[in-house]
């Protein structure tokens, strides 16, 4: 078949697709893939008619291989997301997820079709279940770092931390690129949202609290638990009813107070307990009431000590 004889084929497809005589179009397909069996355009066509016969796992297979056989081209994309726009199967989130991802970056300058794609990513996200794949994780990776669209850039942070922190098992690498989220979310000051702000804010809280666990050099725990104490104040600033910031902070100076620093921080911490109980009352107080003895006894040593001195 010559390439003039692949050109009228296509065309032929096309006519036929017009007509809706879908299976014929696929026939017409059939016909170039024996010959060129990468001519993407018929992929495209087959892809179509397949979609539109209701056969959507033969949809899929056309749509994959034209992309496969392009990937940096539109079409198959869109027939993808076509195709999830009707209906995605449980199996087939991930990639409902990635396709969407690429129509993002294709779509970059037009704010209201970025839009309605980053709503439906968000939909599909609440749907994972905690199930993450790396394709999904790299595909959003790709949306943060090629848009030049702050608010694009912002929600899709939103997506990544969305889909992470529900993750049944985080690699290292994923923990830190949900730690990054948080701090660009938070940094950014754009979210109105205060409930979701305040997930933010004890998403990132708790997994600075992990890291400060796992740490095993001195200068590295005392520079990430200066970090959670900061996060810790900023969160108490913006939400001072809520229990997280006091309780990671009692624990810090608890820490400190059984280790290198007792007189600090026994006043930090009686202070901070204190803080604590006028947010939460008594509920936290059984299992902090070691943490004010401690602090207390250390300060009466303190003071018997000031007392033999001076004495």
């Not at 050099?217 to 005392?222: F, G, V």
């Amino acid at each position: 078949m010559t390439t003039k004889e692949v050109k009228a084929h296509l065309k032929a497809a096309r006519s036929s697709i017009d007509a809706k005589k879908y299976e014929e179009a696929i026939e017409k397909c059939q016909m170039i893939f024996a010959i060129d069996a990468n001519n993407y355009q018929a992929h495209v066509f087959a892809g179509l008619a397949a979609l539109q016969l209701g056969k959507e796992e033969e949809a899929k297979q056309y749509y994959r291989s034209a992309i496969s056989i392009s990937p940096t081209e539109q079409l198959a994309w869109k027939g993808l997301a076509n195709l999830y726009n009707k209906h995605v199967d449980q199996k087939d989130l991930s990639d409902a997820i990635v396709t969407y991802c690429k129509l993002v970056m294709f779509s970059e300058g037009d704010n209201s079709r970025q839009a309605e794609l980053l709503k439906k990513i968000t939909a599909i996200v609440s749907s994972l279940a905690g199930a993450c794949d790396q394709a999904t994780i790299d595909a959003c990776k790709s949306v943060v770092e090629s848009s030049k669209t702050e608010h694009v850039v912002l929600e899709t942070w939103q997506v990544l931390v969305g889909m992470l922190k529900d993750c049944r098992t985080l690699t290292n690498d994923w923990e830190k690129l949900l730690v990054s989220g948080c701090d660009e979310i938070l940094a950014s000051g754009h979210l109105a949202n205060k409930e979701l702000l305040a997930t933010y804010h004890v998403v990132y809280i708790n997994h600075i609290e992990r890291k400060f666990m796992d740490c095993g050099e001195l200068s590295a725990i005392e520079e990430v638990k200066r970090h959670l104490l900061r996060c810790c104040d900023n969160m108490r600033t913006e939400f001072p009813s809520h229990p997280l910031p006091h309780v990671v902070t009692v624990k810090l100076l608890l820490g400190q107070c059984c280790a290198e620093y007792p007189m600090q921080a026994s006043s930090e911490l009686l202070a901070a307990v204190e803080a604590l109980r006028m947010v939460e009352g008594d509920s936290h107080l059984v299992a902090l009431v070691d943490a004010l003895n401690l602090a207390m006894q250390l300060k009466d040593l303190h003071k018997a000590k000031e007392r033999v001195i001076t004495s």
